[in-house]
């Protein structure tokens, strides 16, 4: 049965493959699955039917015959776990790559994910260097330790994971931030990311429905 995943009709994030209906397609990519997408303006995800899918109004959700679900970690999760080719078959090894999901999702990206709130929300308010500037030290704190433990190797722990996914779409939101460019291990790693065909073929897929939007 071929799932269905929810994504804006129109992206606030112009294309760029910020949303995170982009890291359900990519973990499907990844283990070549087959999907489809069902596009959802900002009324209809406040509407019953959605609702009924997403309690919180948002996307993407995730539905394949009589299960549904939401929240992007947990849809990549349940894909990694019944599909081969985003968690390990040792035990140990698999265990290590769901706490990095856990550590990308609640460690890495709610300073990152405030500081993009903050830059289009709070910019003209007189507080707003001094926030961006607490922000940025402590993304810049997540960071040193990231990069301190990647070292030189390609991914995080042995081959790339869905610890590894969801990691570098989270670090993503810094490009063009000139925070990822002061660990230079990191640019590499989100770039190794970014050069992954299942990347590739979801980011271009997402983009497809922007540039559609955009020519309406």
């Known amino acids: ?16 493959g910020l949303a995170r209906d982009m890291r359900v397609r990519w ?4 283990v070549g699955q087959p999907y489809a997408v069902r596009l959802l303006s900002f009324e209809a995800m406040k509407e019953p039917a959605h609702l009924a899918l997403h309690p919180f109004g948002q996307i993407p959700t ?15 999760f349940h894909i990694a776990e019944h599909h ?21 999702l609640n460690t890495v990206e709610p300073p990152i994910f405030d500081r993009a709130l ?6 003209d308010e007189p507080w707003y260097g001094q926030r961006l ?4 030290d402590g993304i810049r704190k997540r960071l040193g330790s990231l990069s301190a433990r990647l070292g030189r190797a390609g991914w995080l722990d ?5 610890g590894d996914l969801l990691m570098v779409s989270v670090l993503l939101r810094l490009k063009g931030s ?18 992954r065909p299942a990347y590739r073929r979801a980011f271009d897929a997402q983009l497809a429905v922007f540039m559609a939007a955009s020519a309406e």
């Open 118 to 123: 903050t830059t289009i929300l709070e910019r």
């Open 27 to 30: 973990a499907l990519e990844e």
């Open 178 to 195: 000139g925070l990822l460019d002061e660990y230079p291990n990191l640019s590499a790693y989100v770039a190794r990311g970014e050069a």
């Open 62 to 76: 995730y539905e394949e015959g009589d299960l549904a679900l939401f929240e992007s970690g947990a849809i990549v």
């Open 84 to 104: 081969m080719g985003l968690l390990p078959d040792d035990a140990n090894a698999r265990a290590r790559a769901i706490m990095w999901m856990f550590a990308a």
């Open 133 to 136: 500037r607490f922000l940025e």
């Open 1 to 16: 049965m071929i799932p269905t995943i929810t994504a804006f009709e129109r992206s606030p994030d112009r294309g760029r």
């Open 158 to 162: 042995g081959a790339f994971s869905a």
